[in-house]
């Protein structure tokens, strides 16, 4: 294996989801047909590079010449709600439930000691702003449910009490769809049952 091969594939394996065997095999087919696989991702990695960005005021995924966002500029979304996600993706996913309507703000990131990821790395101030100017009278948090995501919607309900007129929410926790109790691990049990709804 020469190591141009094997730089490839340390590449790719930095991508969510692909361990190093799995990129060695991405990269293997990447070299085995060029024409149809390698020049067209190359040309498409290119394009999102040059066209597209993160929305300068909530981080959503946009083209250049759309900044700020459809999100953040669109007449028809509830401007009195906002939705901090920790990334992009998470904009992407919860507006594809068509369950929020309002305007997003991803964070990009959570805090995390062990990744040496403090507030100040995190687009937290730029949330302050955004509620301060905004004036937003619901904050809703959609983040982790581990102990970074909590530790990080602690601090985020801290950072906004000096507006106290915005109600800092969480998602409700509770088992997965199309699943039963006897898959569930007991954190997520035990939330849904703190967050039962009556009937």
């Known amino acids: 294996m020469t190591g141009l ?11 969510p989801g692909l361990g190093r065997r799995s990129a060695m095999r991405a990269a293997l087919a990447l070299m085995r047909e060029p024409e149809r696989v390698s020049d067209p991702l190359a040309d498409a990695i290119r394009a999102v590079r040059a066209r597209m960005c993160c929305c300068s005021r909530c981080g959503a995924f946009t083209e250049k ?34 369950a929020f309507r309002g305007r997003y703000h991803a964070i990009m990131g959570k805090l995390s000691p062990v990744r040496r990821c403090g507030p100040e790395s995190l687009r937290l101030r730029e949330l302050s702003e955004r509620v301060r100017d905004e004036g937003f ?18 601090y985020i309900a801290e950072c906004l009490k000096p507006f106290p007129g915005v109600k ?11 699943s039963g109790v006897a898959y569930s691990d007991p954190l997520t049990l035990r939330r849904a049952i703190n967050s039962r709804l009556a009937m």
């Open 168 to 178: 800092v929410t969480r998602l409700a926790f509770g088992l997965p769809a199309d």
């Open 5 to 15: 091969l094997e730089d490839l594939a340390k590449a790719l394996s930095r991508l």
């Open 65 to 98: 010449s759309e900044n700020p966002c459809a999100f953040c500029t669109s007449h028809l979304r509830d401007g009195s709600t906002v939705c901090v996600v920790e990334e992009p993706a998470d904009i992407e996913t919860i507006e594809a439930s068509g």
């Open 137 to 154: 009278s619901e904050v809703l948090l959609a983040l982790s449910t581990d102990m970074e995501g909590d530790a990080t919607a602690a």
